[in-house]
């Protein structure tokens, strides 16, 4: 996983004018998105996966733009039923912030999915070195305090964002199956739960709205005809699955999620991620995660997606 997200900003849109008031009916499955993030953190590439996807995206509008974009698009006889708006640091320049225009678009019916885009200090730092870039922020001064500043200015979206992807550990690939596994079906309605498996030693990922820690059972690493299968293989799944203890942690673990997803709900909460992990990212953590996404699978109330992200790491 030596690739890291694109961090290149394509050019601004035109301007968009604003449209009749001949919108589409609130129930519509309609549903624009916002994404934005750190500068570095795959904005770019992000783009191009909703692309990929079907969507049309514009980069960089002015917040005050973004309304009429989207009011046009939900239009009912609008060529385009799914419209993303990337907007990042820059457009402080313009008056009007990007909260209030999120804000502005709940209390019209078109409240969107924000997708906020993360990464360590560290690793953003590099990929700008790499592309030998400055960062729109720093000024006279330092790449770093550039950084800084930003995660300040930003700190509130992250934290009311429907999505976050830390970056960090992700190749350009990686980080396209997270955005695909995320949105591909988000005119279901549903809420969708991501399960994703992680090796403690390559460090818990900064996404998660919960962190299982599966090195309570048994490590098949330690049983040398196990050692080079992986959790996703039946060998070392059905070791995992019939140790002391497995089968209850899933049902609890269930149980407690049936508790809280209606809560997540009431908050408008429809994106949870549930990280698994154990020393390594092979064995314990993939198979629990898969067996876990499997029972919550079998639910129609759910979208569930999963994700190994250590599982070919050394």
């Known amino acids: 996983m030596n690739q890291t997200p694109g961090s290149t900003v394509p050019e601004t849109d035109s301007p968009v004018t604003s449209p009749d008031s001949s919108l589409a009916a ?6 624009p998105v916002v994404i934005t993030g750190m500068s570095g953190a795959g904005l770019s590439t992000a783009a191009r996966v909703l692309e990929d996807l079907g969507w049309f995206v514009t980069h960089n509008l002015p917040p005050q733009m973004i309304l009429p974009l989207v009011e046009m698009c939900a239009r009912e006889d609008s060529p385009v039923d799914k419209v993303a708006v990337v907007c990042d640091v820059r457009s402080r320049e313009f008056r009007g912030g990007l ?8 209390e019209k019916n078109l409240a969107p999915t924000v997708l906020f885009l993360d990464a360590r200090d560290d690793e953003l730092i590099r990929r700008f070195d790499n592309v030998r870039r400055t960062h729109p922020l720093q000024g006279s001064q330092t790449l770093q305090v550039g950084i800084e500043r930003e995660r300040q200015m930003l700190s509130d979206l992250k934290e009311e964002a429907d999505v976050v992807i830390d970056t960090s550990e992700l190749s350009v690939h990686d980080l396209r199956r997270a955005i695909e596994s995320s949105f591909r079906t988000i005119a279901k309605r549903v809420q969708h739960v991501t399960i994703e498996s992680f090796g403690f030693k390559h460090g818990s990922p900064r996404d998660a709205d919960f962190i299982i820690d599966a ?12 050692r080079p299968f992986r ?7 059905d070791y995992v699955l019939s140790q002391k203890g497995a089968g209850e942690f899933l049902d609890n673990f269930i149980a407690m999620l049936d508790d809280m997803l209606p809560g997540y709900r009431h908050e408008g909460k429809n994106f949870i991620t549930v990280g698994i992990g154990c020393t390594g990212g092979h064995h314990r953590s993939v198979a629990v995660s898969e067996e876990l996404a499997r029972r919550l699978g079998e639910r129609s109330d759910l979208d569930v997606s999963v994700v190994h992200r250590d599982i070919n790491r050394n």
């Open 215 to 226: 090195r309570f059972l048994p490590n098949p690493f330690w049983v040398p005809e196990l």
């Open 231 to 237: 959790g996703v293989d039946k060998p070392v799944s």
């Open 99 to 106: 909260r209030e225009t999120i804000t502005e678009l709940g």
């Open 26 to 31: 609130p129930e519509t499955t309609f549903t």
